[in-house]
Each structure stands twice: as C-alpha cells, then as structure tokens.
C-alpha cells in the first residue's frame, strides 16, 4: 500500500522550527546565548537544487540564531578526497561547529575524527557516517523513503512486471538506503522480478543518461520495445539522466517511472506522464535542523542522536495541493543573496 499524503504529515514535513529533545550531547563548558558562532556547513556538492535549498535552510537557520553560516563543499559529489580537503580546511578557520553531509560513509570518518578529537563538534546530516563520532545525525529516513518508492512502484504494475533499479554511486550511504529501501518495498508484490539493481548511474545527469541508454540497450526488443515494465533511481541527477533517455529512444510514458527528488523538469514530466512519481525529502528543513542541532549542542542543550527529516511520496494526484506546492517550490530569495 503506497503512502497517503494527509495535511498532518505534510504539515510536520514543513514545519522549520521542530522541538528537539532528549538524549545529551551537552559540552562542559557553552558558549552563551549572545555569543557570536562560526558553523562551517558542508554539502555532498553544489550543483544540484537539493543543495542550494539545504543551503537555504542552513541560512534561515544562522539568521533566526544570530550565526554566521560558513558554506562551502566540493562541486561533483563522487569527490573524496576534495571534500576531506574541505573538512581539513575549515578545521584550520576557527569555526566553532560543522554540519556534514559525507559523500562517503567510510572515507570521511577519519576527518570526522580528527574534528572531534580537536573539539569542533560534527553534525552529520542527509547522508550517514560509519561509527558513532559525532553529536547527532539530522536525515530523511532513506530506507522508509525507498519504500515509499517500492511499494508505489508495486501498486502502478498491479503487483507484477519486471524492474530495473539504477543505482547512484558507491559508498554514498543515504541512497544506498533508499535503493534497498524500494526492493524491500517492493518484495510483498510477488509477482514483480527484480531485472537488474548492481549498476550504477554516476553522480551527474550525463553518465546518468549514458548509464541509462545502456540500461535500454540491454532491454531493447526486436519490435523496439523494450522488456522492461518499470524503473527506478533514488536521486534528482539520475532521475533526469533517465528520463533523457527514455526521451531520446521514444520511451517515455510507455513503462512506470519512479524517481526521486524533485526539479523543475521532473514536475513537467510528471504532468506529462513520462514520470510516475517521485519521493521527495525537505531539503530545506534538514539545512535548517542540520544548523539548529548543532548550535543547540553548543550552547549547552541536549539534542537527539537521531533526527528524521521527513520524505512525501509526490504524484499527479497532491502535486497540485498548496502544502505540496510550497514544498516543491520554496522561495530561496530570501536566504540566498
């Protein structure tokens, strides 16, 4: 059964300023009140919308807090070693927090480390981080999302089909979640086969698209057809390079799509009916909360280890409901000069 969007759930999903409680992480000695902070925030990337509304929201953040936001992160987000560079950098700038976001699980735990162990504590959002070092993990619950995903998938095959899962990028732990949160959701529908869920599409819409066009290629009939009856992806990139291809070789609306993360052309194409949903997280709140975590951690309170962020399944049936259209749609202006 595929998640029913009611105005209570989407209401908590948009709700900025979320009480935080329990379970300290308090330090010894807080900064007050009036003091001025410093909190590097560091992204997967920059590129992609995603970001720049989490960007928003770490600054809605700074301004209602009276911090100084720091944002800095590496373009493309299958870039380690220039993330942990960034990580290693802002250490340097006498900051007084980080929030992060790891491209990768494994790679940024020892600059995570390094962090704490210098006193500058870490909030890791959006994407996980092997270990425990950190003061707490502000993200959509990717592997619900994913089912989310799945179990709508399952309702649009009416329960059977063969269906390709195109993966994003190894070692990026919140969609790894996702991709196995949908073939979890998707296992109570017997009669779907899962056709190929092991390749991977890369970080960009391009090899997205050149992915994507070997993915058809492979399943590509003798009439043109194609002997597939469903695809999914789990991030904005992957989901336009997809539904390029499916485009350029005549294909689009002709199988069930579900994506993930919302664009300006994924909201077309769902109007269209060349895409048939698409799971989406609340980027600005997790910039928000990511924010907000970490300077109530500063100052002395006690925050979660956990905080989850929210995720609405996104269809032509609510997409044109007002609490649906301001989250697809907020008004970045204001926070991003």
Same mark, same amino acid.
């Given at each position: 059964?595929?998640?029913?969007?009611?105005?209570?759930?989407?209401?908590?999903?948009?709700?900025?300023?979320?009480?935080?409680?329990?379970?300290?992480?308090?330090?010894?000695?807080?900064p007050s009140d009036n003091?001025?902070?410093?909190?590097?925030?560091?992204?997967?990337?920059?590129?992609?919308?995603?970001?720049?509304?989490?960007?928003?929201?770490?600054?809605?953040?700074?301004?209602?807090?009276?911090?100084?936001?720091?944002?800095?992160?590496?373009?493309?987000?299958?870039?380690?070693?220039?993330?942990?560079?960034?990580?290693?950098?802002?250490?340097?700038?006498?900051?007084?927090?980080?929030?992060?976001?790891?491209?990768?699980?494994?790679?940024?735990?020892?600059?995570?480390?390094?962090?704490?162990?210098?006193?500058?504590?870490?909030?890791?959002?959006?994407?996980?981080?092997?270990?425990?070092?950190?003061?707490?993990?502000?993200?959509?619950?990717?592997?619900? #999302?994913?089912?989310? $995903? /799945? *179990?709508?998938? !399952?309702?649009?095959?009416?329960?059977?089909? +063969?269906?390709?899962? %195109?993966?994003?990028?190894?070692?990026?732990?919140?969609?790894?979640?996702r991709e196995d949160g949908?073939?979890?959701?998707?296992?109570?529908?017997?009669?779907?086969?899962?056709?190929?869920?092991?390749?991977?599409?890369?970080?960009?819409?391009?090899?997205?698209?050149?992915?994507?066009?070997?993915?058809?290629?492979?399943?590509?009939?003798?009439?043109?057809?194609?002997?597939?009856?469903?695809?999914?992806?789990?991030?904005?990139?992957?989901?336009?390079?997809?539904?390029?291809?499916?485009?350029?070789?005549?294909?689009?609306?002709?199988?069930?799509?579900?994506?993930?993360?919302?664009?300006?052309?994924?909201? #077309?194409?769902?109007? $269209? /009916? *060349?895409?048939? !949903?698409?799971?989406?997280?609340?980027?600005? +709140?997790?910039?928000? %909360?990511?924010?907000?975590?970490?300077?109530?951690?500063?100052r002395g309170g006690n925050?979660?280890?956990?905080?989850?962020?929210?995720?609405?399944?996104?269809?032509?049936?609510?997409?044109?409901?007002?609490?649906?259209?301001?989250?697809?749609?907020?008004?970045?202006?204001?926070?991003?000069?």
């Open positions: 059964m595929s998640y029913k969007i009611t105005r209570t759930t989407t209401a908590l999903l948009l709700c900025s300023v979320v009480g935080l409680y329990t379970t300290g992480c308090g330090k010894d000695e807080a003091e001025r902070l410093t909190v590097a925030v560091i992204p997967k990337g920059t590129i992609h919308e995603f970001w720049k509304t989490v960007h928003a929201g770490a600054e809605m953040a700074g301004q209602e807090l009276g911090v100084d936001i720091l944002w800095k992160g590496s373009l493309k987000e299958d870039d380690r070693e220039a993330q942990i560079s960034v990580v290693e950098n802002i250490m340097t700038r006498q900051v007084d927090g980080i929030v992060l976001a790891p491209l990768d699980d494994a790679a940024l735990r020892r600059p995570v480390d390094e962090a704490m162990r210098s006193e500058i504590p870490v909030v890791i959002f959006d994407s996980g981080l092997q270990g425990e070092n950190y003061v707490s993990y502000v993200a959509t619950d990717n592997f619900k #999302a994913g089912q989310l $995903a /799945g *179990e709508h998938m !399952g309702e649009l095959l009416d329960g059977k089909g +063969r269906v390709v899962v %195109l993966r994003y990028a190894e070692g990026s732990d919140s969609t790894t979640k949908f073939l979890d959701g998707i296992k109570a529908f017997d009669g779907i086969e899962i056709v190929s869920s092991n390749q991977y599409a890369g970080v960009t819409t391009a090899s997205a698209l050149k992915a994507a066009e070997n993915i058809l290629s492979r399943f590509s009939r003798a009439d043109g057809g194609l002997d597939i009856d469903g695809i999914f992806c789990a991030t904005e990139p992957t989901t336009l390079g997809i539904l390029r291809a499916l485009q350029d070789s005549g294909s689009a609306g002709k199988i069930k799509f579900v994506g993930f993360d919302s664009s300006e052309k994924m909201i #077309a194409a769902l109007r $269209a /009916g *060349e895409l048939d !949903g698409f799971v989406v997280q609340n980027p600005m +709140r997790i910039g928000y %909360l990511g924010v907000k975590t970490l300077v109530e951690h500063l925050v979660d280890r956990r905080i989850d962020t929210g995720s609405v399944l996104i269809t032509s049936d609510n997409l044109d409901q007002p609490e649906i259209r301001d989250l697809l749609n907020p008004d970045l202006s204001k926070w991003l000069k």
